[in-house]
């Protein structure tokens, strides 16, 4: 597994976007999970939102954490991402918003959640954002997942 920060002027990067949208489809659709988009889903809206997201990466306005994993066959693919979103008119700059950690269903249940998060903890961290902040809802995976990577509940 090896853990790259999202570089937009990459183009083997930004080549991925339809590999977000489609990880990012079948966490809604598998999962149920409230990531923005509820179904029925436009793969092509999902992909607009993720060059969106690329073009706040350029802007820094966002940091985006890509997860590689081998398949079965030994070809690395993007296996799940986070995004470290700082507002640029947020007053508290010591602040970050967690969003999006989403991991392939493929590659569940391997570390890949926890190790996408230490690094945007770093990455946090060099960019002075000390208090990260994240929400998600009631009955998921992830309100199971956050409080094994440290994360304190404060409102229901
Ligand atoms: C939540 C999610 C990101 C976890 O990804 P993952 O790579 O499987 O998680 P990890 O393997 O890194 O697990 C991290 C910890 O959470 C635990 N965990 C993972 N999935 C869990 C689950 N479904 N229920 C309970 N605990 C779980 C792991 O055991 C591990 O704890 P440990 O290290 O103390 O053993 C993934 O299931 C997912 O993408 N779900 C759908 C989208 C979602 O809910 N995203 C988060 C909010 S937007």
Redo the contacts with the bound molecule.
């Keep these: 597994m090896s853990l790259v920060v999202f570089d937009p002027t990459n183009s083997k990067h930004t080549a991925l976007i339809p590999s977000f949208a489609d990880i990012h489809i079948q966490?809604i659709e598998i999962?149920e999970?409230i990531?923005t988009f509820m179904p029925p889903l436009n793969r092509h809206v999902i992909i607009d939102w993720w060059k969106e997201r690329a073009f706040d990466a350029a802007e820094g306005k966002r940091v985006i954490i890509m997860a590689f994993s081998e398949d079965t066959d030994g070809a690395e693919q993007l296996a799940?991402f986070v995004i470290l979103y700082r507002p640029l008119i947020e007053p508290s700059p010591f602040r970050g918003t967690v969003e999006?950690?989403?991991?392939s269903p493929k590659f569940?249940?391997?570390?890949?959640?926890?190790k996408l998060m230490e690094k945007l903890e770093e990455e946090a961290k060099a960019r002075g954002q000390t208090l990260l902040t994240l929400d998600?809802t009631t009955g998921?995976?992830?309100e199971?997942?956050y409080p094994?990577?440290g994360y304190i509940q404060v409102l229901v």
């Design positions: 966490c999962d999970t990531a799940g999006k950690l989403l991991v569940r249940r391997q570390g890949l959640a926890r998600t998921g995976s992830a199971m997942v094994k990577l």
